[in-house]
C-alpha cells in the first residue's frame, strides 16, 4: 500500500472517514492515530451511564480496536500527533512509552475534537470536582456517587477505564450536594442524572434561563421541569470560584458560599487545534479550524472535522462552529469518500438539537435569538405559541411551545424552538427540513402534515405557529 490517509483523533468523524476510505480505497493505506485508549464512543450516552439508565460502560461503544483492525484500519492508540508539517506533508508523532516518530501522508484528517472549557475553574487535582467530556470522567464521576461499599466496578467495563482513577473516587465517602455549574446541555443532563442517584443537585446559571440557544420559551419550562423535580437552579447566578483543600467543600456566587461536596463543571467546550500551531491554518469561529463545503482546510491536502471544525450554516451560509455529533459523523464519512476519489459535500448545518430534563423535551434549530439573527444581518420576526401535542380528547395530550423566528423581509423561516412533555423534540426535525430547503413561513403552514388523535391534532402545534407568525409577517 502507498500514499498513506493519515487520520488524527479516533472518534466519531475520523474512524467514519477511515472506515468510508478503506471501503472506497482498498488499495491505499490508512492510519490512525489516537492519543488515549477510547474510542468511538457515544459522548453523549455519560449522562445515561450516570443516571444508571445505561448499564454497563460497554454499552456506549461503536467499536472495538478488534473491529477496527477487521476493517483493515491501522489503529494506533497511544499515539499523540503534536505537530503537522504541511509542506513536508508529515506528523510527529509521540507515544505513550516516550518514542517520537515521523508519519508522511498524502492527505490528512485532523479530528482531534474538543475539550472541556473550564473558565475561571481548574477541578485538577481536587476530588469531587470534576468536568464530563470523556468516558474517564463518566467512570470517576459513577465511582464517586456510589456509597464506597456498595460500588460496581463492572460498570466500567471496559480495559481503556483509568482504572486508578475509579478505585480512588470509588473509596470516598459517597456525596450529598451537588453542585452544577453551567445550564446547557450538559448542565441540564447531570442534573438529571445526579437526581436519579439521590443527591440534592443545585444547577448554577450565568444567564437569566437555561439552555440559552434553545430560546427564552425553551429555558423556562425546562426551569420549572427540573424545579419539580426537587433540583434547585439558581439563574442570574455566575459561580465565581470553587472552594475546597483537596476536595471539594463549596461553590461562590454572587458573594456567598455555597457548601456542596461534589460540583460538575460544565460552561462549554473548546476545540482542539494545538498540533496545528505554527502551519498557518485559517481558524474560524471558536478559534475551530476553518473548512469548506468538502471539509478542506486553508492547507493543502489537509482536511478538518468533528468538533474541531467549523461547516457551513444552513441559514447565514457562513462558516460556523456547532460541536454536535451528527455533523461529525456526517463529515468524516464525506471526507473518507472525497479523499478515496468520490468528492462528496459534508453538508449544511443549522444546529439542530434536542435535549429532556425529566419528562420535559425540547429541540432547536437555527437562528432561534432574535439578537443572533440580527448580528447576522436578518430583520428577524418571532412569535411563541402554545399548542396541544394530541387531539384534545385523546388522554395525554399536553401543552407545547412553539418558537418559530422568520426574515421579515422575505418571509423565510431561520430559527424555531420547540418544548412539551409529549414527543415535543421530535418535532423539531420538522423545522429543520424546512430550513435546510429555505421555506418561507407561509409555506411551512401549508405542509401536509400527518394527524390522528394519538399523535397530533388536526392542526400540529408546527403549523399553528406557522399560522400566526405568517398573520404577523402579513401586518407588518
Known amino acids: ?21 478503506r471501503r472506497e480505497a482498498p488499495d491505499r493505506e490508512v492510519v490512525v492515530f489516537e492519543r488515549g485508549q477510547w474510542i468511538s464512543y457515544a459522548f453523549c450516552g455519560m449522562p445515561y451511564f450516570i443516571e444508571g439508565r445505561v448499564e454497563r460502560m460497554s454499552d456506549l461503544l461503536s467499536l472495538s480496536p478488534s473491529e477496527v483492525d477487521e476493517r483493515g484500519i491501522d489503529l494506533r492508540r497511544g499515539h499523540e500527533v503534536v505537530a503537522v508539517d504541511p509542506d513536508a506533508k508529515r506528523v510527529t508523532v509521540e507515544t505513550t512509552d516516550g518514542d517520537t516518530l515521523e508519519q508522511p501522508y498524502s492527505d490528512l484528517l485532523v479530528a482531534t475534537g474538543g475539550r472541556a472549557s473550564t473558565g475561571l475553574f481548574d477541578v485538577r ?13 463518566a467512570a470517576a464521576i459513577d465511582a464517586y456517587i456510589a ?48 437526581t436519579a442517584r439521590g443527591l440534592d443537585v443545585h444547577v448554577f446559571q450565568r444567564s437569566e434561563h437555561l439552555l440559552r440557544p434553545f430560546g427564552e420559551a425553551v429555558g423556562e419550562r ?3 421541569a427540573l424545579t ?7 439563574t442570574g447566578s455566575p459561580v465565581e470560584a470553587l472552594d475546597g483543600d483537596g476536595r471539594i467543600e463549596a461553590v461562590r456566587f454572587d458573594g456567598e458560599r455555597f457548601p456542596v461536596d461534589m460540583a460538575v463543571v460544565g460552561v462549554g467546550i473548546e476545540p482542539n487545534t494545538t498540533l496545528l500551531g505554527g502551519t498557518g491554518v485559517e481558524l474560524g469561529e471558536g478559534g475551530a479550524i476553518r473548512t469548506d463545503e468538502y471539509g478542506r482546510t486553508s492547507l493543502s491536502n489537509v482536511y478538518a472535522a468533528g468538533d474541531c471544525a467549523t461547516a457551513r450554516h444552513a441559514v447565514t451560509g457562513e462558516p460556523a462552529w456547532m460541536p454536535l455529533g451528527l455533523t461529525a459523523n456526517r463529515a468524516g464519512r464525506a471526507i473518507g469518500a472525497t479523499v478515496a ?6 453538508g449544511d448545518i443549522a444546529g439542530t438539537a434536542v ?3 425529566f419528562e420535559m423535551e425540547a429541540g432547536r434549530v437555527g437562528l432561534v435569538e432574535v439578537e443572533s439573527a440580527r448580528e ?22 399536553e401543552p407545547t411551545d412553539v418558537t418559530l423566528v422568520a426574515d421579515r423581509d422575505t418571509g423565510r423561516l431561520i430559527g424555531g424552538s420547540i418544548v412539551g412533555p409529549d414527543h415535543a423534540a421530535i418535532r423539531i426535525n420538522t423545522l429543520a427540513t424546512a430550513l435546510e430547503a429555505d421555506m418561507t413561513v407561509s409555506e411551512v403552514e401549508r405542509l401536509d402534515l400527518a394527524y390522528a388523535p394519538p399523535f397530533s391534532p388536526v392542526w400540529d402545534p408546527v403549523l399553528v405557529a406557522a399560522k400566526v407568525l405568517n398573520g404577523t409577517l402579513e401586518e407588518a
Open 341 to 346: 476519489g468520490d468528492p462528496s459535500l459534508v
Open 376 to 397: 447576522a444581518g436578518f430583520d428577524p420576526v418571532s412569535e411563541t405559541v402554545t399548542a396541544g401535542s394530541r387531539s384534545g380528547y385523546y388522554p395525554g395530550a
Open 222 to 224: 425546562v426551569e420549572t
Open 125 to 137: 487535582g481536587v476530588d469531587g470536582a470534576f468536568t464530563l467530556h470523556d468516558m474517564d470522567a
Open 1 to 21: 500500500m502507498s500514499d498513506p490517509f493519515v487520520v488524527v483523533g479516533a472518534d466519531a468523524a475520523g474512524l467514519s472517514a477511515a472506515s468510508k476510505f
Open 228 to 234: 419539580e423535580a426537587g433540583v434547585t437552579v439558581h
Open 355 to 357: 435535549v429532556k430534563a
Open 147 to 194: 456509597d464506597p461499599n456498595a460500588y460496581d466496578p463492572d460498570r466500567a467495563d471496559v480495559s481503556a477505564v483509568d482504572r486508578e482513577r475509579v478505585e480512588r473516587n470509588a473509596a470516598m465517602p459517597a456525596p450529598e450536594t451537588a453542585a452544577v455549574v453551567g445550564g446547557g446541555y450538559v448542565g441540564v443532563e447531570t442534573a438529571e442524572a445526579l
